[in-house]
């Protein structure tokens, strides 16, 4: 159990921050361009919830210094909220590849992120997706995913809870739970409540 998830978030935690964090700054530099010069000093408030700056439709690319695409995050809108410094985004998805060209997927129906993206909340549908790739002397890393209607991603801990019911895939296996803590570093899961497993016999294997 402690290598079957040892690689699904290696390459996409490294690249959900900085896609995420382009996010907020094409919406601070759009900001920035069409506010108005401010004439006299602001006078204090008690802060609101209330969103600063909008995005719709958007699409945010990052690039390898090669030129080649490294990471994507299309959204159907964006909402900046500064009393909580957080960025509400709905139908949020992410594409990510690394350098060995594996891919990963996320999409849900909303995305929360905080200011440096290193937490981010993945509401309603929630899902997570490492393509399958063959290696060069262990076979094939089989595809992995994560299916829930809330998965909560740290990405500088490399780690992954849940406190609602998750669906796990390895492959042809398949693990169901109440609740997930998944830690990249120690490369350990923790599935809590009904926990049930279905496990596929490798057929390959003599």
Same mark, same amino acid.
Request: aromatic fraction near 8%.
């Given at each position: ?106 999409? $849900? ?10 937490? *981010? !909340? %993945?509401? &309603?549908?929630? +899902? ?48 169901? $739970? ?10 350990? *899961? !923790? %599935?809590? &409540?009904?926990? +049930? ?10």
């Amino acid at each position: 159990m402690r290598h079957l998830f040892a690689t699904i978030w290696d390459r996409f935690l490294l690249s959900l921050p900085l896609a995420l964090m382009s996010v907020l700054a094409l919406g601070s530099y759009w900001l920035v361009r069409t506010a108005a010069p401010i004439a006299a000093p602001p006078v204090a408030t008690l802060a609101v919830h209330a969103p600063d700056y909008f995005m719709e439709d958007f699409s945010v690319k990052n690039f390898d210094k090669d030129g080649s695409l490294h990471a994507e995050v299309t959204g159907a809108a964006a909402r900046h909220y500064p009393d909580a410094q957080w960025t509400e985004v709905d139908a949020i998805a992410l594409r990510a590849q690394d350098a060995q060209g594996r891919l990963s997927l996320a999409s $849900a129906q909303r995305g929360l992120t905080n200011e440096d993206a290193s937490e *981010v !909340q %993945l509401m &309603g549908k929630a +899902h997570v997706v490492r393509e399958a790739q063959a290696l060069r002397h262990e076979g094939e890393s089989p595809r992995m995913e994560f299916r829930g209607e809330f998965l909560h991603v740290f990405a500088k801990d490399e780690r992954v809870k849940s406190h609602l019911p998750v669906e796990l895939r390895h492959g042809a296996d398949r693990f169901t $739970a109440d609740a997930l803590d998944y830690d990249n570093v120690t490369q350990v *899961v !923790q %599935l809590t &409540g009904h926990v +049930h497993a279905t496990l596929v016999p490798n057929r390959s294997v003599p």
